[in-house]
């Protein structure tokens, strides 16, 4: 990417202005067209890998919404429950939406987060630095809840039930009085269609603004702490090895600066995610009558400890799954972009001969 910002600077002063527009306007948008399929992809591979982690955060998370009980379980207890009734299946429960949610923000995230930096920096330069990549990041976060936070309300729900033996039996409706408000979900489809007809467009987007109060800082703080890290990688770099020729951001280090802005940012923002699960796995029987009733009877019920609960998993699910979303990215922007970076750079050096020769010329 730094390549492609200094060759568009040196091909400015060389070809007319109209064709340079226009090569840059196509450079541009085939660039931000890549951005968006890599994080697409890599969001997807991050989603699929750490999903057993995930549901363990989930059920750790809904347990007093499905029980009301205040004897919850440990993070070994539940991951011993789960493979205990439904085997590995129940902890791949809702990964088809899953997966397509994280397709969606991953496009989103990746894709808009360097256009919408670029233009923060130019237009508004007093927002330049960390504020540029806090707001492109969570620019970028919002625009995929649209497509995210249905996709989110499916898996979680799936996530809860486990399987139908799990779901349907009486140990089950004994010990989760709230369980049964909405029925077992065959599959993806079959949970969007009940959700719509039992609540319409509502319960799909239940605990939406709560998602946002959650991914929006989330967003944000990874990308701050992502770039200052890279910054500081890259200080550490020139000033301990000065004539290493190693790409500053390579995939190992997109796998290691990545895992370290997820996990930071997720610790952080553990409280606004329990708050969103616990409004999207409620169902239409309501105990929580939106984000601040939430947050207030969280807070008097389970003290901080409440409101932290599932923050070990949701660590342990966002420091691999960023890692591995980071340095997919970096390994994909670096491998296929090599070919079309060389490309660019013969285009300059020849338009720069051409330049001194046509000077030559007229001298």
Known sequence: MLILLHTSMAVQNSIPSGQQAFRDTSKSHFFVWKEFVWGAIAGAFGEGMMHPVDTVKTRIQSQAILNASQNQK???????????????????????????????????????????????????????????????????DTLGSFVYVPCEVMKQRMQVQGTR???????????????????????????????????????????YWSTLARDVPFAGLMVVFYETLKDVTEYGKKKWLPNSSTHPYSSLEGLVLGGLAGGFSAYLTTPLDVVKTRLQVQGSTLRYNGWFDAICSIWRSEGAKGMFRGSIPRITWYIPASALTFMAVEFLRNHFNEGADSKTL?????LSVDKKTSVQEVA
């Open 346 to 350: 013969h285009e300059v050096a020849r």
């Open 165 to 207: 033996r799990s779901w349907s039996s009486a140990i089950v409706k004994d010990s989760m009085p709230n369980a049964q408000t909405y029925g077992y979900y065959k599959g993806m489809l079959h949970a969007g269609c009940s959700i719509w007809k039992q609540q319409g467009l509502k319960g799909l987007y239940a605990g």
């Open 74 to 140: 440990s993070i070994l207890q539940m991951v011993r429950s789960v493979w205990g009734v439904d085997g590995l299946t129940g902890f791949y429960r809702g990964v088809t939406p899953g997966i397509i949610g994280s397709l969606a923000t991953g496009a989103t995230y990746f894709g808009v987060i360097e256009s919408t930096k670029k233009w923060i920096e130019e237009s508004h330069p007093s927002l330049g630095g960390h504020w540029a990549h806090f707001i492109a990041g969570a620019v970028g």
